[in-house]
């Protein structure tokens, strides 16, 4: 059995912007249990999940009426139960099977690289995703999945999960589960240079970035349900495609870790149907710049969100794309602390002309 408590808050100032300035702060306390029921029990290839959190403060996008939000965990003030499930691996992991309660977007358009940037787009998983109304984290719904591995690099999965356009206020505690909608589809294709799919999962971590390993992988969600359109309309159906890449370019040692890695993602959905129907991130990693003992990275991001003109209200100019910048540095202080200063610009907020600067650092406690 293994517990995993942490603490992570992210520290933001509105520096400068057409709102008044202001400061916020965004507190997660989380506690995840994992259970190995073949060392435990002698059921080979059987496991359990289990994590709960807490989480409040500001919400400093939704203030500035920004479409990329400097915060990767802010959303609802909430308390609750977030996602537990069973999974049963089979042929040397080649064959997985996952049942219970998850979030679409913690294993389905989620960035390799999140643990090295702050902003949303960037730090969690594309941040249009909920187009379609694709699980996020905390309020999961239930959910099947299927992963297989049918070569070495490649891997191919599929998750249906239940459709909850208000999941917050659905099932306010987490506890009980909550059938609310339609079915959801989402499915992903991934091939890893370097690495063995088996080993693969939705964030890499400081073991995993040694060697010219890299990601690349194509994805879709499909919502049956219904949707209204900009002209009004009622229609049945709605859908988005992603693609997303990650890869080591260059190590000072070819087996380390030290060096620069490159990512970039982009998506699409029906412009007549999802207002903010297209988003590309592009960042770079510099790991281990710092002539220090302790782990660093060094870390430039770029969001571009861009809206659908076909929902600009009328007599209004048309949408500006909204332009995000980041650069953060990673500092593993210590044995369960982490720190991660970070600095932000916005240019066009919500697709208009005004602009943002946000200074700020991430703080993270485990053990």
């Known amino acids: ?23 916020a702060s965004w507190n997660r306390f989380r506690g995840t249990v994992d259970i190995d029921f073949g060392a435990l029990a002698g059921q080979s290839g059987l496991y359990f999940h289990i994590t709960g959190l807490w989480q409040g403060g500001g919400n400093l996008g ?24 069973i999974e049963k691996r089979w042929l040397n992991q080649r064959l997985v099977g996952r049942i219970g309660q998850f979030a679409g977007q913690d294993f389905y358009g989620a960035q390799h690289y999140a643990s090295s940037f702050i902003f949303e787009p960037m730090g969690y998983a594309l941040g249009n995703l909920f187009t379609d109304f694709e699980s996020f984290d905390p309020p999961s719904t239930p959910a099947l999945e299927v992963r297989v591995v049918p070569i070495h690099n490649l891997y191919v999965k599929s998750m249906v999960e239940a459709e909850d356009r208000t ?27 370097g690495k063995k799919a088996t080993s693969i999962r939705a964030f890499d971590n400081v073991e995993s970035r040694k060697g010219y390993s890299g990601l690349y992988l194509f994805g879709a969600s499909y919502n049956p349900g219904k949707f209204t359109t900009a002209t009004n309309q009622t229609r049945s159906g709605n859908y988005l495609l992603y693609w997303m890449a990650s890869q080591a370019i260059w190590r000072v040692d070819p087996k380390g870790g030290k060096g620069l890695d490159a990512t970039f993602s982009y ?7 999802n207002q903010n129907n297209t988003m590309l ?66 240019a066009n907020v919500g697709g208009r002309s005004q602009h943002a600067v946000i200074f700020g650092f991430r703080t993270k406690v485990e053990f």
Not at 64 to 81: A, D, E, I, V
Request: hydrophobic share 35%; glycine share 6%.
């Open 1 to 23: 059995m293994r517990f995993d408590f942490q603490y992570i808050s992210d520290s933001l100032w509105n520096l400068k912007s057409v709102q008044p300035e202001r400061f």
């Open 62 to 85: 939704k203030y500035l009426g920004l479409l990329t939000s400097p915060s990767g965990m802010s959303s609802m003030n909430t308390c609750r139960l977030d996602s537990w499930w």
């Open 167 to 193: 999941p917050f206020a659905n099932n306010p505690t987490g506890f009980v589960p909550q059938f609310n909608g339609v079915p959801v589809s989402i499915s992903e294709i991934g091939f890893t240079p």
């Open 267 to 273: 998506d699409w959905s029906p412009p007549d149907v």
């Open 281 to 346: 991130t592009t960042g770079l990693r510099f790991n281990e710049p710092l002539p220090l003992r302790i782990h660093n990275t060094m870390s430039l991001g770029y969001v571009r969100n861009s809206q659908s003109q076909q929902f600009v209200p009328p007599g209004t100019p048309p949408w500006k794309p909204e332009h995000g910048l980041e650069f953060n540095t990673l500092l593993d202080v210590g044995p369960m602390l982490l720190l991660q200063p970070v600095v932000q610009y916005y």
